[in-house]
Structures are given as structure tokens and as C-alpha cells.
């Protein structure tokens, strides 16, 4: 697939079909930039009319060009499109650039083209970039391949953008701002490659240091994801999304022709994937240069320093207001500066420096100010005065920053006394502003990024208790309704399935008639509330349908009656089942836990105040499932009401862990039946002592058929995949698990690597020692189970649980080929462990479509050796004499093995 790619952006040869002689058309600038940008490869116009375009011979046809063509951009009339992707598939085109608008944008016909052309494109195994878009450039390769008025500058950001018109505006931007790309890519309406496989080529790319995104719409959600958060840990994925308005939203779908999503979704995936989200144009690059030059910050506190008061006190306001600190600066920072400063300096932070001050002065504050251990970035602020050196400042400031791991941004204020400045700043690549605000936002954006990043990858705790949710039962109250033709539930099997997930619902009963109402309202002790149960009354209180504070088992009884007298008055013809009657709840807090199915990302969970006027104070966070306790408890934590939550003023806490295990349980059920669409849970009452569910309601959809492959096609994020979980037996009679790695399994893999010995670890990392940190083992417990699984060999020794082995395959992001790489711990070498999990990888690999596994093997590794050569691998001699390569194809070789029973736990 990457091949496929390559012919797109790294093509030896680009044929442009609709290439034109008339000056002022697509077709004659867009062949005017290939040859004006340097392009070396062959370039072929090709225009029946026309005998040359531009000096270079013209052809009638694609099959009418001399030799094999990588690219062919197509710049013709929508309905001649489709003639001429089949043209260009007879022809061995490598791929297609459609710059041609009028498809999805333009209704019914347009959508019956594109269904063509992509069918076409399969046929011949051409990729598409488009269409209605304005093209690529690749600076490197000297390929601008856009009908821009601008060649980008080389550079090490990749650009992508659904909007055309703003990447015209952003190379001029660039140009003048003296920003560089890798690759620069309108992608217009993606009826093929889209944002995830680009996100995938680009993150390979060894050119590229950071991806900016510039986002209409969304297709196929689940590879979006699963490509950012692939890379969002080592290349920063910024992307600044239009339609977070209602009005903005109708936009971006009249401009793309496709869905635009609840915004709040979008927000959500960003953060789930690591990716950081902006507001506007200049705040894209801003970050994306200072995140691609600076190192991240350890947290919010920045120090500030200037040589003027006022723009260091609105760069503070701009800070504390925004989620920022002002860094307090340490006794001994303070007798730095008391050194290096005239007497008269401000003595704290901001760190006035006066307006006169020298480089030196600069240097000396700057570096004062990065050595404090509680400062976590310096911004340095300059304004133009008849006795300050802009230059030498910034000569300085590049000289400060050059031994530092702390981020260091600059705003040199004004334009002509400070350009000279500007440009050895930016050589120096210290990140430079106009303005300090912009300054200030950068560094909190790079913040936001570094403390979403270490949230994701905290190491989740354990659940409080074991969980094992009662699915079957679940699945019969959905079941039962959709079978009565119903699309929602009645609070008590709303309730009922909450509680196969352990859910806290109060104990409730459906009373037939007054006697059973009196006698429940005892059981369930008073006082109750008592409420109408029927399918044809869902809005209780409309029909006189709801009792409160009920005290006494007559007034039960009474109460049954008025309620089943006020129905039938206000509804003769509904079919009531019962009245439902429960134990009134009092606790401090009414918190919301709710679920909605967004079109683009599936189901989107939030938690935030409840109440009657949860729309009014709108506090509300949101997540995608899955959640494990770490993640339920982050989402909680983004609203306003967990300052109360955590305890204040005297009032004690409430038992925050609990409320994170129901929201994490409460995902389980998104996760288990893609039939439910709504649940509102409002509201779920909480305090010191635990939470209770008071009021439930529940949507469904019709019955959604599982894949056995793929039982989870309705989420965007994989979650762990229980089928895969085996009990096997090691050759000396023990019992053990083979499971796929959890992030909860972090400390037992971390205890796994203390005891390897020196062989175990030079047979597995070929001689490179790894330091065995958070963020090394992050990487192999905290994984994303769509393009990788980790099995582990669990095995329990007393009240002790081991890991005694590891085995991994990492596919490609197309699913095809796969890495294979395997660590059995040294207790538990020479007991089978090594073979059995080796013949399940392989199974587990072949039940996942992937066709080619791949591993190197160092040549003294005799073991390991003939484990792969019993398997039908096949070895080569490595791109060293020290080791060998060896593949498996899977397709052909590959009959020892059985069928995998997978069914579902």
C-alpha cells in the first residue's frame, strides 16, 4: 500500500490529462507549476487538440503516452471523468489525482460517478487524491502538482486540507512567514484517500516532523483514529476543524457532501487519539513550529520576560486565564537575577528586565529563569526603544536556548525595527510572535498536548472489584422489546439492564393492582415514588402518571389508583402494564450519565450536573468507549461540578473511585449492543457513600448483525478483545492464561523485565538495552488492538500473578503484513510457553486477514531459529551478517493450522 502511495507523492513520471494552451485555465497553470517548480521526472500533457503544452509534445490519450506513468492528474469535465479513470487503468496508471469538481457536492449523479470511478480504480488498483481539490506538491521532489499561485517552501510539516482556497491562502501565508512542508495536499472530497491513510504515510515519513489537519468532515472514523493515535505520541497531529457551530456544521456539509458530525464527538475523538485541536489558522502553525522545534513542557508554569511592564502584565492575564500559571520562581533564581539585573528590576515574575537592558542582561534573566526546577517554559518579550539591540537580543536568546529541555518562545513586538531579529530567531528556531498573547497560547496549547498525552497513557488502575457483566440477561430484555416491535425500554428494564452491569438501581417492583402497590411500597421501605409503566404513557407526568413521598402503605394503595384512574382519563386506549414502585432516594449530588449515537463516531458518553436544568447549565464532558477506570475518571474530572464532587468548604468527597467504575461500567453496555442508540440516566445521584440511579430511559435501534471477524464495527476505538482469551497447560502441569495485554498490565510487565537476564534481552533487542520506563512499557501495554496484539502467558503463583512470557504482532495499517517479535521470561523458558503462544499468534493472525508475517532473528539464536523453521518460515541472510530475516506467507503455507472456534465470551 505504500508502493501505492509513493506513485502519488514521490512519482517518477506525472501525466496531466487536460493539461491546456490557454493561459488563465486549471490545465495550463497547474502544467506551468510542474515545470516552473523543477519537477525531474517525465511530464506528459495530454490534450487531443494540442500538439504541445507549453513546449513539451502533447498526446491524445493516456495510452498514447511513451512509457509507464506514476501519476496522472485528471483536469477534465466531471462526466468525462469516469472514461478517462478507465483509460488510465488500461494504460498501468500508479495512481490518480482528480482535480475535476461536481461529484458528491452535486447530488445524485455526481454520487452515481463517483460509485464508478472507484470501482474502476479497484479493478486496476489505482489510489485516488480527490476530486475537487487543488492538488499536491511535494517541495523536495520539486512537484507542485496545484494550480496555486505559490511553490511551498521545503520544510518538515505535512499539510492536509479538505478546503482548496485556504491552502492558497496558507502558501502565501508561508511563503512570507518563512514556514516549510514536507507535503502540502488538498484532499478535496476524499471519495478514496482520506485523513487516516494519510495520517499513516506521513507518520512514516521520515521527513516529516509534524501533520496539520485542516478538517470539513470525516469518512470511515474508526482508521482516522487508529492512525492518530498511532502517531500522536512521537509526530504532533494538529488540526483545526471548521463546523463547531450549528450554522458552520450545514457548511461543511454543502461544502463536502458528507455527514459533519456533532462537534462535541469530534472533540472527544481529538482527545482520545492525542491530537491537538486549534481555533484558528495562525494558532495551526504557530503550534505546529513550536511543537516541531521545542521541547514540551512539564506543566503550566511559565515565566515571563520582558523589558517593558505592560505586555508582561497582559501576557500574565492572557496565562492565568486561560489554565496557566505564573511560575514562582525559587530564592535562588531570585539572587541569579538579583546578580545579573540592575537594582530596579521587578524582583519576580514577570521578570521585568527595565528598557534598556543588554543581551546579556536577556541571557543571563533567560537562562536564570529555565535553570528553575519550577518553571516549566520562558517567554521573552521585546519592545523596540532607542537603546535596545532587537538583533543582539535575539542572537542571545538563540544562544540560551541552546542548552535547555524547557520551551523557550519569543515575542519581538513591532514590524521594521524588529525584522532583522525575526529572521535569526527563526534560524535559531526559537518560535517568534507579534503579539505575547500568541506567545502564551502556543505554550499552553504544547502544554495541553503534553498533559492529554500523559493522561492517555497513565497507567489505568485496576477495577475496584471484578466485574462480569450478565450479557445474556442484557441481551433478552433488548431482545424482548425489539421483538414487541418497541425502540425503547420501560424504566424498569431500562432499569433491569443497568443492572446486569452492576449499575446501582434501587430496588424497584411493578405492581399489578393497589394490594401489591401497599405491599412493595413496605419492601421497598418509605417513603416511595410510585409511576405509571406503559408503552403508550412515556411522558409520566402528562398523565397524572407520577407519586411522590409516599409514607404509608395505604397511601400506596390510594396512590395506585389515582394513578391508574388519571391514565386511563387522559390515554383510554393505553396498554398499561403496571405501576412501578421504588424507594425515594436523597443524596447531596444529581449527576448525568447519558449516551448518544453520533452519525460520524458512533456511540459518544457523557457525564456532567443532572437535573431538570441539565440543558440550562450545560456542564457536561465527553468520551468514546471504551473507558478503562483512568479514562472514566478523566472525563469526569473536565466538569465544572467535580470541584464539588472532590469535596469543599467541610463537605466530604464522594467516592470518586466508585462513581469512575459506574461510568466505566455504564460503557460496557455502548460497547456490547451497537441496538442502543439513546440512554439518559438523570439523574444518578451521588454523595460520600456511593451513587443510585433514580430515572432511566433507554432507545434502541433495530437488531445489528455481528461480523464474526469484526463484533465491533460500531465503535471507532477497539476494545480488548476477550476472544482471544485461552486456558492452556505448560508442560510441567501448570495452568496458566493466554490473554491479550491489557494496560492494566503495565506493573506485571515491568516485574517481567527486572528479572530478564542479559541473553533474554540481547536475543529480543538484538544487543540494545531498553530503559524500562513508563513511556517504554506504555508502548507495549497500551495498545490499539485493531493493528496490534500482545499476548501474554498469565500465570498465578500463590496469591501472585506472573507474566511469563510476551509475544506481539504489529500489522501494517492496511492489515496486510505483520512484524512478529516473542519474550519468554527466564523462569519459564524450556516449559512449551514459547511454541504454544507462537502457533496462536500465527491463528489469531490468519483469523485477522493478515496475509505475510515478518521477523528478524539473530543467527546465534539457535532456538528460535528452528521454532521458525518447523513453521514453514522462510530465512534469509539479514542486512547484516548478525542476523537473519524470515517470512511467512500465510495464505499458502499454512495448512497445519485449525480453524479458531472464536465465538464471544
Known sequence: MVNQLDKIFKPQSIAVIGASTRENTVGNSLFKNLIDSGFKGGLYPVNAKSKEVLGIPAYENIAAVPGPIDLAVIIVPAKLVPGVVEECGKAGVGGLLIISAGFQEAGEEGKAMVKQILATSRKYGMRIVGPNCLGIINPKLGMNATFANQMALPGNIAFISQSGALCSSILDWAAEQNVGFSHFVSIGSMIDIGFAELIDYFGMNQETACILVYMESLTNARQFMSAARAFARSKPIIILKSGSSQDGTKAAMSHTGTLAGNDAAFEAAFRRAGCVRVERIAQLFHCAQALSTQPRPAGNRLAIVTNAGGPGVLATDFLTTRGGQLAQLSEETIAKLNEALPAHWSHGNPVDVLGDASPVEYRKAVEACLADPGVDGVLTI?????????????EALVAAGGHTRKPLLASWMGEKDVRQAREILELGKIPNYRYP??????????????????????????????????RDAAWHIIRSALAEGRHYLLEHEAKALLKCYALPVGGNFVAKNAKEAGKYAEEAGFPVVMKIVSPDALHKTDVGGVKLNITTKAAAEKAYEAIIESVKKHKPEAHIIGVLVEKMQKKRYELLFGAKRDPIFGPLIVVGQGGVAVEIINDTSFALPPLNLTLATRTIERTRIYKQLKGFRGLSSVDLEDLAFSLQKFSYILTDFPEVREIDINPYLVDETGGVVVDARILLDDYQPRSKQHPYQHLVISPYPEKYIKKIELKDGRKALLRPIRPEDEPMEAEMFKNLSDQSLYFRFFGFKPKVN??????????????????????????????????????????????????????????????????????????????????????NNSHMIRMFKDRGFVIKPGDESTFFSTELDLENALPFLAELPFEPK
Not at 384 to 392: H, N, Y
Open 774 to 859: 513508563h513511556d517504554f512499557l506504555s508502548r507495549l501495554t497500551q495498545i490499539d488492538y485493531d493493528r496490534e496484539i500482545a499476548l501474554i502467558v498469565d500465570i498465578e503463583e500463590g496469591e501472585t500473578r506472573h507474566m511469563a512470557g510476551v509475544a506481539h504482532i504489529i500489522a501494517d495499517a492496511w492489515g496486510e503484513t505483520a512484524e512478529f517479535a516473542i519474550l519468554i521470561a527466564d523462569p519459564y523458558q524450556n516449559k512449551g510457553i514459547g511454541n504454544i503462544m507462537m502457533d496462536y499468534v500465527l491463528e489469531i493472525a490468519r483469523d485477522r486477514g493478515i496475509k505475510r508475517i515478518y521477523a528478524s532473528v539473530l543467527c
Open 437 to 470: 498573547e500568541s506567545g502564551v497560547d502556543v505554550f499552553l496549547q504544547m502544554w495541553q498536548y503534553t498533559r492529554n498525552l500523559q493522561s492517555l497513557y497513565e497507567t489505568p488502575r485496576d477495577a475496584p472489584l471484578r466485574f462480569e457483566p450478565k
Open 382 to 394: 521585546l519592545t523596540t526603544q532607542t537603546v535596545t539591540d532587537p538583533a543582539g537580543t535575539a
